[in-house]
């Protein structure tokens, strides 16, 4: 049950970080992730940053249950559940961004919000604080039917 459970989140969690990836191109600078323009290295590119992310979503769920002493937590998502979800998700995001942008893994365009004193950017910490949460309502409804 639960080995079924972490695939369906992994597939599904992979499709909306997909979606998110590529909808949120114009807050970077190109180099490296995949210029429109090069569309076979942009479909490249953004897949496995989304199949990273998509295993990104099961730690986070896999670390919550641990912490929570419950694998199975995602039946019944409570406020403190959320809570640690949130915070990893936003760390885990923090710690990514902070890293690659010091180490000119990618950068960001102008547009790009970013979070003070840290100097990273605010839309991946987004992603890894809603994504997740998304992911795992989808899944529990899709297991349902």
Not at 21 to 26: A, I, P, R
Request: charged residues 10%.
């Amino acid at each position: 049950m639960l080995f079924r459970f972490l695939v369906y989140l992994l597939v599904i969690s992979f499709l909306l970080n997909f979606v998110w990836e590529v909808s949120q191109m114009s807050f970077y600078k190109f180099e490296g992730l995949g210029d429109i323009s090069n569309y076979l290295k942009f479909i490249e590119v953004h897949w496995i940053v989304s199949f990273k992310d998509a295993l990104i979503v099961v730690c986070l769920y896999l670390l919550t249950g641990m912490l929570m002493r419950n694998m199975y937590w995602g039946r019944k998502i409570s406020n403190k559940k959320l809570a640690i979800l949130f915070v990893l998700g936003g760390l885990w995001a923090i710690l990514v961004e902070y890293h690659a942008i010091n180490n000119n893994r990618w950068a960001y365009s102008s547009i790009m919000p970013i979070l003070p004193l840290l100097n990273v950017g605010l839309l991946p910490v987004f992603q890894m604080m809603l994504l997740p949460l998304l992911s795992i309502l989808l899944t529990r409804n899709q297991l349902k039917s």
